[in-house]
């Protein structure tokens, strides 16, 4: 995924002057509180709302910072800067380091809190090193305060895939790395530079585990620290799996497998006192897609099976839409075969004929929306090609869970599998809130 790296050193950047400045405005009845967001929450602690995406730096040649919806969010983090063997040092492929300075300046220009998420999946291997000891957690607080003021940063999204537990083959992993996390992030929240930057993770769908590889009972202390987590309720099934699956379930506590969902992630995350109202939801406009046969993906009626067994060999994986196509020759940092994801952004199954320009599933192909998960899954039966995704209407049953729960808000991966705005435009709508821009 990652092309050569660049060290970070400094860029300037003009910054444009503002011309509009938009925020959203929380749904009527709410009683309005915040100067960005208002409250959408029925819970007694009113916050604002938060309305982000990933935005993935190194598709900035065909998706320009320019061509992100400014007026539909309130923050926006791009990603990735990645760990690199000297705590000193973060990397940046080319494309994003070019790209940084143009995206920063837009936010601003559009009053959207302006992140820079470091990690990822591949970008994750030395953070382990990175908050190993006293001296590396200060030298990497230096590291961060220096890439803040660089870039001119409003704050830091910290996605380390996984603390304490095996990411990327090659990471380094400690069985202390989620009490070393905390360490370093109160030392960067106890600096002047740190006290008042935004400070988030991305997290897995159960918490950070304790030295004993079992998720922590108590992450609250975290909470005082970062000012919101995402859950990464997606991913959940894929290539992986032994069957086919939803990417991103809603539930699954009503599932034949329980392996997992925004229901789960909630639930474990607040049982280990993590608040709901720092909370965002994370949200998936992409799919995975699997080789499954007609008899194993139709039933009886020509309704399409759920959970129906598919080809599993590498070459029978679908390389994903033609917008992000897999590399069945690629390699990840560690020199070890990537293997192809399959991914199907939302985008990428209008422009390739599995739904209509709305969204909806085209003719010719089969359409099922799990009630229990809440996702719909598109077949197409000649190339036998079945794809788990987000639509209109599951990302507005997301919307309103996340208003019956009281979480903050959301965090679309990525903001650039959307099309036309048809995802967020209903969650925005199911969670009745609107842009409204002046200026
Ligand atoms: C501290 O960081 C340095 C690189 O800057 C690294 O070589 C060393 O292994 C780290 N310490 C630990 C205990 O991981
Ligand atoms: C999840 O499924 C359980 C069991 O069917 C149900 O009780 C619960 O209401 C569901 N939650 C959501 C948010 O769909
Ligand atoms: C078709 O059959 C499946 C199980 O075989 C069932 O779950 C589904 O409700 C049926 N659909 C209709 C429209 O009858
Ligand atoms: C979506 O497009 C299809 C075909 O173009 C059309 O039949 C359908 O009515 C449209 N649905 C909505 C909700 O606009
Ligand atoms: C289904 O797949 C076949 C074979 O790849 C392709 O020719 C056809 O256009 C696809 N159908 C639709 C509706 O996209």
New binding site residues.
Partial sequence: MFSPLLLLFPFLSTVSAASQVCGLKPPSGASASASLGGTVHQNTDPSDVIASAWYPGWLATDFPPSSIPWSKYNAMTFSFATTT????MVALDSVSAAALPEFVSAAKSNGVTALLSIGGWTGSI?Y???M??A??RT?FVTTVLNLVSQYNLDGIDFDWEYPGKTGLSCN?V?PDDSNNFLLFLQELRGTSAGKNLVLTAAVGITPFVGSDGQPMDDVSEFATVLDRVALMAYDVWGSWSPTVGPNAPLNDSCAPVADGSAVSAVNAWTAAKFPANQITLGLASYGHSFRVSPSAALTSNGSLALYPDYDNSPSAQPLGSSDSPGDASALDPCGDPEGVSGIFTFAGLIQDGFLTANGTAAAGIEYTFDECSQTPFVYNQTSNVMVSYDDATSFAAKGRFINDQGLLGFAVWDVTGDQNDILLDSLHQAMGIEAVCSG
Avoid: E, G, H, R
């Fill in positions: 063997p000297d705590v000193s030395y382990s090193n990175a190993a000891t001296d590396n030298a380094v400690n």
